[in-house]
């Protein structure tokens, strides 16, 4: 990175290049099993900072997209899909807000949107323990530092204006039956100019563990759709997942 820190990085497959980020913060990368059923993509697959195999401490969210942008550079992609699940969709948003231009798309999958809001949290307290789980690597005071940074940045007064002029397509993928509630992604669709909602039915939030197929499906869809334009604000469900 631009600062020395090495980060590890997989890539799997050859083709169009896909950006991988994970949730957390603060968690290795858990997506390569599902990177690999796209074996004609270049899939990019990265530790974030101070998780799993890369180096480095507590960072801020402006670190977090500039380790982005520095790995872009440094592998030689002038473009990039980015699909991030968790919090590494509200970082995928965020590195487009400030690298549109680099960004072909964006899947947002299970993303927690632009807000703070009590309920929201409620709700996701109420239904904690009825979630499957997988086994990932967790770095606190990762996740710490960037879970409050990221509450400040949601705070910019024009954040919401950067976000409607946003011209990346967006597919805000949720799962339906994600203990998370997913109106902040179908609010994030209708404010993007190309942005959608699909909804991944039956599914968890961690949706590989239980619905892998359906899962795969769905991605492929989005990503080999990338370059049609989506209508504006679309709901739509996966019916057959």
Known sequence: MS?????HVDIVGDGPPILWLPGGPGL???LHPVAQAFPDFSNIVPDPRGTGRSKGQPHSLAVAIQD???LRQTLGFDRWA?????WGADLALAYGLAHGETVTSIISFAGTGVQNDRDWHAAYATRLSEEPHGAYQQSPDVQRQLIEDWRSFIKNADLLARIAALQIPITF????NDIRPGWPAQQLAYLVPHGSYLELAHAPHEAWLTHYDALVHASGEILRAAERKP???TLRRCAAC
């Open 3 to 7: 600062d020395g820190i090495e980060l």
């Open 28 to 30: 290795s990368n858990y």
């Open 68 to 70: 982005l942008e520095d």
């Open 82 to 86: 980015v699909l991030g699940h968790s």
């Open 173 to 176: 993928l949720h799962s339906a």
């Open 231 to 233: 209508t504006r604000g």
